[in-house]
């Protein structure tokens, strides 16, 4: 609000987002300069509270950033041990070689790690080095300067009333004002967004794709576990009503990490991703593998998955976006944290050279030129046609054609040049009038589970008495338009019970339960309306995951 009065901080770089990109970054920049002045403002309660990923990582980001990483005792612990791939059918299920694949798919020399707690090592390096970082410090507003440029942002504002006004114990915040801002939001960050849409970025570009993640772990049968394997699956129970698939990760001390994704450019308004990923725990080889263990966790999490073609333009006038904000997931590989952290180093590089020179507040363009051109890249020029194959011709297609693709990639060419993808996830979604309704097998309290007693188990928690971050355009639309067109689809694609339609005095109600939020950003993307803006609540609210 610009009546509201705020004190002003001033450093070198302002960053938003502890994760891997933006602590990277941070590391990077006290690397070079150790008198330089940063900051990193995160909204979750601590570093990590939000970060959720498979996640199997290729430690070449890590080792480019801080090579003697091992010796520091960064917690990459269980190194990948075998690879499976499988397609499975509704009771069975097929093996699919590793050697057919490129060379690129082998997991071996990665490691199964929690992010989160990757990114808490992390964090601890970069405060040895002298970064400051405050947590619970969500960032609500972009700060312009005179000529349009990005100068900083609003962090820490609290005690506003349910309507917006500020409350008895309201606090404004404060200004953090940098020569450069870099916005590691994650994916579909609200800032990002903002940035993106008043420069234009996605000019030129493909619409940026996304999936939904949804994880959970588990503690095992110890006579079942096998630390460090890795299994993928694709086939049931999506079939062809979906693209996606699941990720079973045996990491230390008897878990495994339980993963589903799903499209979100799928076409039913009816298809639950939630349910799906419930039903996946019940074919033979998953549940035999859960049976007499406990789910200890569970969280979601939206995935870019546009790759090369998607990425936006990455800078404008004195900020950057790093990572996610940008999209830069392998989709084949499944991996994005190690573009992530190439990201930030090469962000950090960037504005250390401009400060030096005696810049400030313009576009950082030798960042976005070593991105495109150099390892990141690489990394997903190789597989940029994989995901559209997937999405125009069906997984057998993505299969055949994507390996083709990968392996000529690493030859230098490909015969498919670079396909489109044609429209976002919320245009893919058709009117419920074109398909059936999909019905869901019960949960059964052992191996499946209703998402509200699945919320319960990301620990989120939210103050109340806010104004809530999920913000409708037009109040109207879900009831007069979403729910007789498609079916009120808020209320399935949401992977936490947020959307529900509620009849009361013999009339539709649409209801938003934003305290059971987990930050996973789906509706803002895959509202057929494009009627939900996402928002960060106050900061310190939403997940509070353990070891994600």
């Known amino acids: 609000m610009s009546d509201v009065e705020r004190e002003t901080m001033e450093y070198d770089v302002v960053i938003v987002g502890a994760g891997p990109a933006g602590l990277s970054a941070a590391i990077r920049l006290k690397q070079l300069d150790p008198a330089r002045e940063v900051v990193v403002l995160e909204k979750g309660s601590e570093v990590g509270a939000h970060i959720l990923s498979g996640a199997v990582l290729d430690p070449c980001g890590l080792e480019a950033l801080i090579p003697d ?15 499976n ?4 059918g509704e009771a069975g299920k097929l093996r699919i070689p590793n050697w057919p694949m490129p060379p690129l798919m082998n997991n071996h020399g990665n490691y199964i790690v929690s992010m989160g707690n990757v990114c808490r090592w992390m964090a601890e390096q970069a405060e040895e080095l002298g970064v400051e970082i405050f947590p619970g410090m969500a960032c609500s507003e972009l700060v312009y300067g005179e000529n349009g440029e990005i100068k900083g942002v609003v962090a820490g504002e609290f005690g506003r009333n349910p309507d917006g006004t500020p409350g008895p114990s309201y606090e404004p915040g404060m200004e953090l004002h940098g020569k450069y801002v870099f916005l590691s939001e994650g994916v579909r960050g609200s800032l990002a967004k903002e940035v993106i849409a008043k420069y234009d970025l996605q000019k030129g570009k493909e619409p940026q794709k996304f999936g939904l993640g949804m994880k959970e772990i588990w503690e095992i049968d110890p006579e079942k576990h096998r630390e460090g394997t890795v299994t993928h699956t694709m086939g049931w129970p999506l079939g062809s009503k979906a693209g996606g698939g699941s990720f079973i990760y045996h990491l230390d001390n008897n878990q495994v990490y339980v993963g589903f994704v799903v499209h979100l450019n799928y076409a039913n308004p009816h298809l639950y991703p939630y349910m799906e990923f419930q039903q996946f725990k019940h074919h033979p080889m998953v549940a035999d593998l859960l049976k007499g263990g406990k789910r200890v966790a569970y969280g979601a999490r939206a995935i870019s998955e546009g790759g090369y073609q998607s ?5 404008a006038p004195g900020v950057a976006l790093l990572g996610c904000s940008v999209g830069m997931v392998n989709v084949p590989r499944i991996k994005g944290n190690h573009n992530a952290m190439l990201s930030g180093k090469a962000a950090a590089e960037a504005a250390h050279a401009a400060i030096t ?17 150099g390892a990141i890249g690489k990394d997903l020029g190789r597989v940029r046609n994989v995901k559209p194959m997937w999405s125009k011709y069906g997984l057998a297609a993505s299969l055949t054609l994507g390996g083709l693709d990968m392996w000529t990639n690493t030859l230098g060419f490909s015969v498919f040049g670079t396909l489109g993808h044609d429209k976002t996830d919320a245009e893919a979604t058709e009117p419920a009038k074109k398909h059936s309704e999909i019905s869901y097998p019960k949960p059964d309290g052992k191996l499946s ?18 104004p809530a971050h999920l913000k409708l355009k037009d109040a109207s639309v879900p009831v007069a338009v979403n729910l007789p067109k498609y079916a009120g689809p808020s209320a399935r694609y949401c992977p936490a019970g947020v959307y529900e339609f509620v009849e009361k005095d013999g009339e539709q109600q649409f209801v938003i339960n934003f305290q059971n939020c987990v930050h996973c950003k789906t509706c803002d993307i895959k509202d057929p309306s494009q009627n939900i803006n996402w928002t960060t609540p106050q900061g ?9």
Request: aromatic fraction near 10%.
């Open 69 to 83: 990483w091992k010796a520091k005792g960064a917690p990459l612990n269980v190194p990948v041990k075998e690879d």
């Open 85 to 88: 791939f499988y397609m499975l």
């Open 311 to 315: 990425m936006p333009k990455m800078v």
């Open 357 to 373: 020179a005696g810049r400030a507040s313009d576009e950082l363009a030798d960042y976005e030129i070593e991105v495109r051109e």
């Open 449 to 466: 589970f209703d998402r509200l007693t699945n919320v319960s188990f990301s620990m989120t928690n939210h103050e109340e008495n806010q």
């Open 540 to 548: 310190g609210d939403g997940p509070n995951y353990p070891n994600m």
